[in-house]
């Protein structure tokens, strides 16, 4: 069964960095696309950036780039989402997603808030 | 990269239909039929219900149906049941190599 499992999120002040993981089973992870979605409390989903198989390709939205980098692991099956210069609109739920442009699988999500 | 268009809100009585579209430009709903939509329940994770415009995955029911004309989609829920109650999320490739979500819309079953 797939599973992607997130963790890492936390409470930061802004300015702050965090790294956030996500651990995937149940497939062969170096096969897919990965991608990471939030969603601020009580909005809408945005998509945040994803990455390809082997790290070739890295694509961001606009409002994260310069300051949040996408990587995997492929022999530990894992996400990764370093994020700098934290600000108080970045306060969201980030969920991995698997697939480039359509993710038929989601993990629970991690809290991430950012505030003094 | 600005939201697709979605409107906010639509209702429909138990056994009808209804249709969300989603609006988007010639950079991104115009230019691929890489259109998903997902379900989502409060406080759940997204869950996929049509992608490449009209396909459906394996377990999704076929209430659900999905179109595209130009710059616009729409997902069409036919017979609507109480558990279809959730936002719905529109999605799109852009020519920027990247996605972009649809702004959401509450389905409620009256």
């Known amino acids: 069964e797939v599973q992607l499992v997130e963790s890492g999120g936390d409470l930061v002040q802004p300015g702050g960095s965090l790294r956030l993981s996500c651990a995937a089973s149940g497939f062969t992870f170096s096969n897919y696309w990965m991608t990471w979605v939030r969603q601020a409390p009580g909005k809408g989903l945005e998509w945040v950036a994803n990455?390809?198989?082997?790290?070739?390709?890295?694509y961001y939205v606009d409002s994260v780039k310069g300051r949040f980098t996408i990587s995997r692991d492929n022999a530990k099956n894992s996400l990764y989402l370093q994020m700098n210069s934290l600000r108080a609109e970045d306060t969201a739920v980030y969920y991995c997603?698997?697939?480039?442009?359509?993710?038929?699988?989601w993990g629970q999500g991690t809290l991430v808030t950012v505030s003094s | 990269q600005s939201a697709l268009t979605q409107p906010a809100s639509v209702s429909g009585s138990p056994g009808q239909s209804i249709t969300i579209s989603c609006t988007g430009t010639s950079s991104d709903l115009g230019a691929y039929s890489y259109v998903s939509w997902y379900q989502q329940h409060p406080g759940k994770a997204p869950k996929l219900m049509i992608y490449?415009?009209?396909n459906r995955p394996s377990g999704v029911s076929n209430r659900f149906s999905g179109s595209k004309s130009g710059n616009t989609a729409s997902l069409t829920i036919s017979g609507l049941q109480a558990e279809d109650e959730a936002d719905y999320y529109c999605?799109?490739?852009?020519?920027?190599?990247?996605?972009?979500f649809g702004t959401g819309t509450k389905v409620t079953v009256l």
């Open positions: 997603a698997r697939g480039r442009y359509t993710s038929g699988w």
């Open positions: 999605t799109s490739y852009t020519t920027s190599r990247t996605l972009v």
């Open positions: 490449d415009v009209s």
């Open positions: 990455i390809k198989q082997d790290e070739t390709e890295k």
